[in-house]
């Protein structure tokens, strides 16, 4: 009687760890399916903050007084919604307001300062850098 009620308490036990044991892997799963999103959501954030500094030098290099303030403005309305959507420590770039000044600048001269700036240029290989971590290249 005592052999019978030890295996069938232990063959409770070894079903109470099985459920156990597939409870841990659902919730690793879980974690990990989670960790996945979070970390496309950053390739996408670091990803579109790239896209804003290759429009800056694209604005650098075409742009005169005639056409900086139709080609600036866009950019300004991207920054912004980007910057409210994002921490830039998450995003491992070293933030300064060089790149504020460049996107708020009132006109080419004063823009092209701030592309020169070597404030800029920092934030801009921190970029590069991060991006070249996630992409590999």
């Known amino acids: 009687m005592k052999?019978?009620?030890?295996?069938v308490t232990l063959g409770v036990l070894l079903l109470s760890g099985c459920g156990l044991v597939d409870q841990t892997i659902q919730e690793?799963?879980?974690a990990i399916e989670e960790g996945t999103k979070v970390i496309q959501e950053g390739a996408q954030s670091i990803q579109s903050v790239a896209n804003i500094t290759t429009?800056?030098?694209r604005i650098y290099?075409?742009?005169t007084e005639q056409t900086f303030n139709e080609?600036?403005?866009p950019l300004r309305q991207e920054y912004q919604n980007l910057t409210s959507a994002i921490s830039w420590d998450q995003l491992g770039v070293e933030f300064n307001t060089?790149?504020?000044e460049v996107i708020n600048s009132a006109n080419?001269?004063?823009?092209?300062?701030?592309?020169e700036s070597e404030a800029y240029q920092q934030f801009n290989?921190?970029?590069d850098s991060v991006v070249k971590n996630i992409t590999g290249q």
């Open 125 to 127: 290989q921190s970029v």
């Open 71 to 73: 080609m600036i403005e």
């Open 3 to 7: 052999k019978r009620f030890l295996c």
């Open 61 to 63: 290099t075409t742009a």
């Open 108 to 115: 080419l001269e004063t823009f092209k300062q701030w592309v």
């Open 98 to 100: 060089s790149v504020q």
């Open 28 to 30: 690793g799963k879980q």
């Open 55 to 57: 429009e800056i030098d």
